[in-house]
């Protein structure tokens, strides 16, 4: 957890990478930090794993994902997002 924080106060391109596989963590108190630290770097090249990270089983990531999505003015949609979720 304290590895996602630190990343997540980094807010570094060359922190993407970790950050994409701490969503992927077990706990998901770790894939919200993870989801909105990438909303905060903005790199639009993780839109696709975000728009995944909205289909997540907490609600919690699923709503960091969205707002990350937000943050990063990706151009995704609510109907993508809702898609998204669907499957």
Same mark, same amino acid.
């Given at each position: 957890l304290s590895v996602a924080s630190a990343l997540a106060n980094l807010g570094s391109e060359a922190a993407i990478p970790t950050l994409l596989k701490?969503?992927? @963590?077990? @706990?998901?108190?770790?894939?919200?930090?993870a989801a909105k630290a990438l909303g905060k770097i903005g790199n639009k090249t993780v839109t696709p794993v975000l728009l995944k990270a909205s289909e997540d089983q907490d609600s919690q990531v699923r709503l960091a994902a969205a707002e990350a999505l937000a943050d990063i003015d990706s151009n995704v949609t609510i109907l993508d997002l809702s898609n998204a979720q669907k499957g």
């Open positions: 701490l969503l992927e @963590d077990e @706990d998901s108190h770790v894939r919200c930090i």
